[in-house]
């Protein structure tokens, strides 16, 4: 008996008599076209869609930025998250600060800790009509994320002090219907970058047709504080890609039990679904954990930089970049057409893929 996850799918291997010579062992680029613009080249198709910079220093998230970045992974932050005051000129800007790139800008409603350097400086901006639960469960922004957007000094009181409710529509978007204008304007302002639309699951299906008529370059749906059976979401999935209007999908997996995240062959076969893009955010748990203990660097340290390379750079390699490395591998071997079947008759029919039993 199969569990609530994927792997009653399989991942084909080519059929016999198939040439495979001259393939590379390492994936194409991620292509990611845009309307009535050129289209961006991304290094790989994951992204960090959600990480807690306000629970470590400026410093050590630059550091983290910069690491992730350097290996392909669309990074989803605020300046501000990084040490980037709104008020600071470029020029006057902390001693080693260097803006990332593949920065995945987000566009919260409330758009605290936003500043115009990030529209010059994002790949993709993604504006979020969903709000997320935090780690307390409230649709609200804690005490220390407004304190790292408004670059509050430690001494000094927040304004407002505890929690911040968090919109469940941005008030510049009166409605789903006025989110093409937003759009127009997102891409004046950054016209260099994709713009991407997210929702939660429960949106998308109450809101459907006029979501997939929103002319965004992808659609980004946040399932990943959901537990639902991974067959079914396939399902849904299936079904979504139906539409001739879908846009590229962009995904946050859900959970498929209470603890079992989406692990990388999960996230292929949803790619092999017909999925663009997939975040890493349950892969980096352990990573999260590492980094609370890693000591800021001494005041009397000559190269505080090189320090919390030598830290963090441990850390990935140990808990990130074996999956990075699958990822990669496993994406190599998708061939076009379908690349999934089953040996469960009844999965195989219900997502339309192949039967491989008798």
């Not at 996850?5 to 393939?23: H, I, N, T, Y």
């Not at 504080?225 to 859900?254: H, K």
């Not at 001494?298 to 750079?313: C, F, K, M, R, T």
């Not at 079947?341 to 195989?348: C, E, N, V």
């Amino acid at each position: 008996m199969f569990d609530s996850s994927l792997d009653a799918l399989c991942l084909l291997p080519p059929q016999f008599g198939e040439g495979r010579r001259g393939l590379s062992p390492n994936p194409p680029e991620f292509i990611v076209r845009r309307h009535q613009s050129d289209s961006l080249r991304l290094p790989s198709r994951l992204f960090l869609d959600n990480a807690p910079w306000h629970r470590w220093s400026a410093k050590l998230s630059q550091t983290l930025a910069s690491h992730l970045q350097s290996h392909g992974i669309a990074t989803s932050f605020l300046l501000s998250e990084l040490g980037y005051a709104a008020d600071q000129p470029e020029d006057s800007a902390e001693e080693g600060f260097v803006r990332p790139t593949l920065q995945m800008l987000p566009y919260r409603g409330e758009r605290y800790g936003l500043n115009p350097a990030d529209f010059d400086s994002a790949t993709l901006v993604d504006l979020r009509l969903s709000p997320l639960r935090d780690a307390s469960g409230r649709f609200a922004y804690s005490a220390e994320q407004i304190r790292r957007w408004e670059s509050t000094p430690e001494d000094e009181p927040l304004s407002g002090g505890g929690w911040v409710s968090a919109f469940s529509l941005p008030p510049d978007i009166p409605g789903l219907e006025q989110t093409a204008t937003k759009i127009h304007q997102l891409r004046r302002l950054a016209p260099q970058a994709a713009v991407l639309v997210s929702v939660t699951p429960e949106w998308l299906w109450r809101n459907l047709d006029t979501i997939l008529a929103i002319p965004a370059d992808a659609l980004l749906i946040r399932a990943g504080q959901l537990c639902m059976d991974g067959i079914q979401f396939a399902e849904l999935l299936g079904r979504l890609f139906e539409s001739p209007t879908t846009p590229p999908i962009w995904l946050s997996p859900p959970r498929w039990g209470t603890e079992q995240h989406a692990n990388v062959d999960d996230c292929i076969k949803l790619i092999s679904l017909g999925v663009s893009a997939i975040a890493i955010d349950p892969w980096m748990c352990d990573v999260y954990e590492a980094l609370d203990n890693v000591p800021e660097p001494s005041v009397y340290s000559g190269d505080p930089e090189s320090q919390l390379n030598n830290a963090i750079g441990p850390i990935l390699a140990d808990f990130l970049l074996p999956k990075i490395e699958r990822f990669a591998a496993l994406m190599s071997t998708i061939a076009e057409g379908s690349s999934l079947g089953s040996f469960d008759r009844p999965i195989a029919e219900r997502l339309r893929i192949q039967h491989l039993g008798h």
